[in-house]
Structures are given as C-alpha cells and as structure tokens.
C-alpha cells in the first residue's frame, strides 16, 4: 500500500486546510482510515478516525472543527477555526484488510501544518 498525503501549508489562525491522503496497491482492500498529528516535542496523537463501517471519532481538541471523510481510498480532513496549537505534522494512517480484518497498517509520509496567531 502507497500512501500520497497533501494538502499542508501555512495558514493564519482561524483559517481552514483541507488534506487528503490517497492509498493505492494492486489488489489491496482498504478498512480503517484516520489522521494523526505529532507537533514538536509531543507524542504523536490520534486526531480523527473513520471506520470502513462509516462511523468517525475525534480527539475532543478538534471536535466540532475537523471533519473526516472518505471517498473510496483517499480520506479526507477538513480542518477548520484552524488554532496555533493545531500545528504539526499530519500522519494519515490506513489499515489494510483481508476478509475483513485488518492485516497491516500504513503511515503516510506526514504534511506539514503551521498556524499563525
């Protein structure tokens, strides 16, 4: 599995990103996709989650201003009223599946999002 992250950049606080991360490989089924964020000197920490069933958790630091979503392979967050302490480094991380389980689970490269005050 090939994961293609985009869509980081520099925005002032208040503002909006939208990232995309895109999973690819021959034959591969695809389950759980989510976003994690690891900001300098932090752990690296679960921001969003969607299950293959369709249902989305947050962490309670974003709910409210990041939605998850999902077309076919590529997930999605949308990020909004964008705080400097939503910088960092946005993983996205898929699980991979055969016969509905999860078999492996995939990092994506990381994009960077900075948030001016």
């Known amino acids: 599995v090939q994961l293609q992250a985009s869509g980081g950049g520099l925005v002032q606080a208040g503002g909006s990103l939208r990232l995309s991360c895109a999973a690819s490989?021959?034959?591969?089924?695809?389950?759980?996709m989510g976003w994690y964020r690891q900001a300098p000197g932090k752990e690296r920490e679960l921001v969003a989650f969607?299950?293959?069933?369709?249902s989305a958790s947050y962490a309670d630091s974003v709910k409210g201003r990041f939605t998850i979503s999902r077309d076919k392979n590529t997930v999605y967050l949308q990020m909004n009223s964008l705080k400097p302490e939503d910088t960092a480094v946005y993983y996205c991380?898929?699980?991979?599946?055969?016969?509905?389980?999860?078999?492996?689970?995939?990092w994506g490269q990381g994009t960077l999002v900075t948030v001016s005050s």
């Open positions: 969607r299950s293959s069933g369709g």
């Open positions: 490989g021959s034959g591969v089924s695809i389950g759980g």
């Open positions: 991380n898929v699980n991979r599946i055969q016969l509905g389980r999860p078999i492996r689970n995939y």
